[in-house]
T-cell receptor, first 115, second 115 residues
Framework: ETGVTQTPRHLVMGMTNKKSLKCEQH?????MYWYKQSAKKPLELMFV???????ENNSVPSRFSPECPNSSHLFLHLHTLQPEDSALYLC??????????????FGSGTRLTVV | AQKITQTQPGMFVQEKEAVTLDCTYD???????LFWYKQPSSGEMIFLIY??????QNATEGRYSLNFQKARKSANLVISASQLGDSAMYFC????????????FGQGTRLTINP
C-alpha cells in the first residue's frame, strides 16, 4: 500500500462507547497530524506528532486521546463523545524540517457520527 | 484573526470555461508556503499546487496555476478549461515558517461545473 490509509471509513458510535481511529502512512514521513472537519467550518488542527513525540495539542478535549507508537502509525482514541463531535477526521503526514513543496499527504478520512 | 480567507462559498461555472478561486492570507513571516487542495465528495484532500513566498514566478501544474500577488497577500487558484470532474471543495492553505509546518486552512469554496 502507498500513501496514507485511514480506517474505518465510517463509524457510528454511542456517547458511552470507546472506539479508535487508525492512520497508517507508507511514505517514510516523520510527522503526522489529526484534523477535524465539521460542516461549514475550516479544518481544525487537533494534534501534531513529530518523530513520535506530540508537539502540539490545540486545546482538544480530553475525550480525544492520540497515540503515536511509531512514525508510521497514528491513533485517535475516542471515549464519551458528544454529538457535536460528529465530523470527518482527517489524518495527514509530512516530512518535517525540510523544504517540501507538497505540504501534507492526507488520508481519505473517517466519517464519525455520534448518536 | 483569520489567517486564510476564501470569500466565495460557492461558484458555478460552465464546462470548458476558466475559473478563478480567491484566497487572501495574513502573515508576518517572510518565509511561508501557500497550497491549494481539492476535496471531492469522497473526502480525501488532494494536493494541487504549491507557491513558496520567495518564488518569483507563479506556480503552474497542468491546468492549475496560482496567481501569486505578494504585496496584496493573495494566492488565487486558476483552473483553465474546467471539466465536470473539477466539481469539488477547494481549500487554500498556508504553512508559516518554522519547524512545526502547520497548515492553516481557509473555509473552502465549493465549485460546481455545469455541463
Amino acid at each position: 500500500e502507498t500513501g496514507v490509509t485511514q480506517t474505518p471509513r465510517h463509524l457510528v458510535m454511542g456517547m458511552t462507547n470507546k472506539k479508535s481511529l487508525k492512520c497508517e502512512q507508507h511514505l517514510g514521513h516523520n510527522a503526522m497530524y489529526w484534523y477535524k472537519q465539521s460542516a461549514k467550518k475550516p479544518l481544525e488542527l487537533m494534534f501534531v506528532y513529530s518523530l513520535e513525540e506530540r508537539v502540539e495539542n490545540n486545546s482538544v478535549p480530553s475525550r480525544f486521546s492520540p497515540e503515536c507508537p511509531n512514525s508510521s502509525h497514528l491513533f485517535l482514541h475516542l471515549h464519551t463523545l458528544q454529538p457535536e463531535d460528529s465530523a470527518l477526521y482527517l489524518c495527514a503526514s509530512s516530512q518535517r524540517w525540510t523544504v517540501e513543496d507538497y505540504g501534507y499527504t492526507f488520508g481519505s478520512g473517517t466519517r464519525l457520527t455520534v448518536v | 484573526a483569520q489567517k486564510i480567507t476564501q470569500t466565495q462559498p460557492g461558484m458555478f461555472v460552465q464546462e470548458k470555461e476558466a475559473v478563478t478561486l480567491d484566497c487572501t492570507y495574513d502573515t508576518s513571516d517572510q518565509s511561508y508556503g501557500l497550497f491549494w487542495y481539492k476535496q471531492p465528495s469522497s473526502g480525501e484532500m488532494i494536493f494541487l499546487i504549491y507557491q513558496g513566498s520567495y518564488d518569483e514566478q507563479n506556480a503552474t501544474e497542468g491546468r492549475y496555476s496560482l496567481n501569486f500577488q505578494k504585496a496584496r497577500k493573495s494566492a488565487n487558484l486558476v483552473i483553465s478549461a474546467s471539466q465536470l470532474g473539477d466539481s469539488a471543495m477547494y481549500f487554500c492553505a498556508m504553512r508559516e515558517g518554522g519547524g512545526a509546518q502547520k497548515l492553516v486552512f481557509g473555509q473552502g469554496t465549493r465549485l460546481t461545473i455545469n455541463p
